[in-house]
């Protein structure tokens, strides 16, 4: 997994990212990309929000 860049643009190392996490950070972008006339990105990555979700526990 990469690392996960902040604000600062510093990385915050190879802890994983919880799945919460990551499909808040999907619906944000499928948000904009919406709002950006995107709809078949948009559509694409509420799927994969969900997707991520729906999954069990990765280990």
């Known amino acids: 997994m990469a690392p ?3 604000q600062n643009g510093t990385a915050r190392g190879t802890d994983p ?3 919460l996490m990551l499909s ?11 709002r950006a006339g995107l709809p078949r990105s948009a559509s694409r ?4 929000a969900h997707s991520v979700c729906n ?3 990765h280990r």
């Open 17 to 19: 990212v919880s799945p």
């Open 55 to 57: 999954d069990g526990p």
């Open 24 to 34: 808040h950070q999907l619906l944000s972008l499928a948000e904009e990309a919406h």
């Open 4 to 6: 996960i860049r902040t």
């Open 45 to 48: 990555l509420l799927r994969l």
